[in-house]
T-cell receptor, first 113, second 114 residues
Framework: KQEVTQIPAALSVPEGENLVLNCSFTDSAIYNLQWFRQDPGKGLTSLLLIQSSQREQTSGRLNASLDKSSGRSTLYIAASQPGDSATYLCAVGYNTNAGKSTFGDGTTLTVKP | DAGVIQSPRHEVTEMGQEVTLRCKPI?????LFWYRQTMMRGLELLIYFNNNVPIDDSGMPEDRFSAKMPNASFSTLKIQPSEPRDSAVYFC????????????FGSGTRLTVV
């Protein structure tokens, strides 16, 4: 059974700092890995999707990397802003028939002005 | 595309009543997932469909919960009878091979059972 872990559960940083969020998974035979953002009381918004054949994906100030052999992915946020405050979840897809993914519990990020 | 559409956005009902949540996936997506999110248990997969066929309903908590997908553009999640512990946010998501199996979530239905 695939297990997905996100540590730490919460993180607080001052505005402007570069930061890294971590996601680890137990089964390296993944199909894809997806990072989401969730604001309080809102739905999940997809940030980046990395296929198993890729090493990283970038979107603006966000960069997600994937290392299947070590069972790890990182989400790098450059020059953090208070608007980046949210919960970030990673989801690992391992079933190509229906695309089912396993979610981590998320890291809640607070960026202080 | 308008994305994954869920209705209603909010539902308040009395214990014992039947509740029906609705989801319209993205056109062309052939996998559909129902999740429940609470503070205590986080995001839980309830059931998912592929090509309108239920693949795994092991996450459905009790027989009070049922889900259907009569066609590729519509799915329902029904709770009958509802109980206060069913209060949660229910999300629907869809994906497909053409989207590299990336999930797109709906905005969710916030259910409160009093």
């Amino acid at each position: 059974k695939q297990e997905v872990t996100q540590i730490p559960a919460a993180l607080s940083v001052p505005e402007g700092e570069n930061l890294v969020l971590n996601c680890s998974f137990t089964d390296s035979a993944i199909y894809n890995l997806q990072w989401f953002r969730q604001d309080p009381g809102k739905g999940l918004t997809s940030l980046l999707l990395i296929q198993s054949s890729q090493r990283e994906q970038t979107s603006g100030r966000l960069n997600a990397s994937l290392d299947k052999s070590s069972g790890r992915s990182t989400l790098y946020i450059a020059a953090s802003q208070p608007g980046d405050s949210a919960t970030y979840l990673c989801a690992v897809g391992y079933n190509t028939n229906a695309g089912k993914s396993t979610f981590g519990d998320g890291t809640t990020l607070t960026v202080k002005p | 595309d308008a994305g994954v559409i869920q209705s209603p956005r909010h539902e308040v009902t009395e214990m014992g009543q039947e509740v029906t949540l609705r989801c319209k996936p993205i056109s062309g997506h052939n996998s559909l997932f129902w999740y429940r999110q609470t503070m205590m248990r986080g995001l839980e997969l309830l059931i998912y469909f592929n090509n309108n066929v239920p693949i795994d309903d092991s996450g459905m908590p009790e027989d009070r919960f049922s889900a259907k997908m009569p066609n590729a553009s519509f799915s329902t999640l029904k709770i009958q009878p509802s109980e206060p512990r069913d209060s949660a946010v229910y999300f629907c998501a869809s994906s497909s091979r053409t989207a590299n199996y990336g999930y797109t979530f709906g905005s969710g239905t916030r259910l409160t059972v009093v």
